[in-house]
């Protein structure tokens, strides 16, 4: 297993579509490893491949409330139900030092292949569901800074790229 650097923003690698998996190979695998060490090196709760530079939709995600939790590989995930909506604040590997409050659903039902190349979807809740939306967002070239106000978007270009 390695760990990636993970790209900051402006990266351009971090506004394009993802392509999609076709084939689940050993490869795949080892690049879901990688990204789980990566995520977790960082201390974050998930990881699109794209913040690695791949453009790929594979995400991983850990949001660690349980001890014995395993960490999750979402391949080609998508997002098939949102339900209810709450405001709660974001932050972003790619974009270290910069929290906001973003609105995203409470509950969303989530359509995805395993690494063992098997479809399964999943309910997710809470931080879990918010993890997911962030991570589909980015593999799709979405930032949690896109989901902002106009103002509160080009105040955080003012300061971000200040630094």
Do not use: W
Not at 6 to 11: F, L, N
Not at 34 to 46: N, S
Request: aromatic share 4%; proline share 4%; hydrophobic share 40%.
């Amino acid at each position: 297993m390695a760990i990636h650097p993970i790209r900051k923003y402006p990266d351009p690698v971090l506004r394009k579509v993802a392509d999609k998996v076709t084939d689940v190979s050993g490869e795949l695998c080892r690049l879901s490893e990688d990204m789980i060490e990566t995520m977790r090196a960082a201390r974050g709760v998930g990881l699109a491949a794209n913040q690695v530079g791949l453009a790929v939709r594979i995400i991983t995600l850990d949001i660690g409330l349980e001890k014995e939790s395993e960490p999750l590989v979402l391949i080609n995930p998508e997002i098939i139900e949102l339900a209810s909506e709450e405001t709660a604040e974001e932050g972003c590997l790619s974009l270290p030092g910069f929290y906001e409050t973003v609105k995203r659903a409470k509950k969303v039902l989530v359509k995805a292949v395993g690494v063992d190349g098997k479809e399964f979807t999943m309910e997710c809740e809470g931080l879990l569901a918010r993890a997911c939306q962030h991570e589909i967002d980015h593999l799709n070239g979405i930032l949690f800074v896109d989901h902002l106000s106009p103002i509160k978007r080009q105040l955080f270009r003012k300061e971000y790229m200040k630094e």
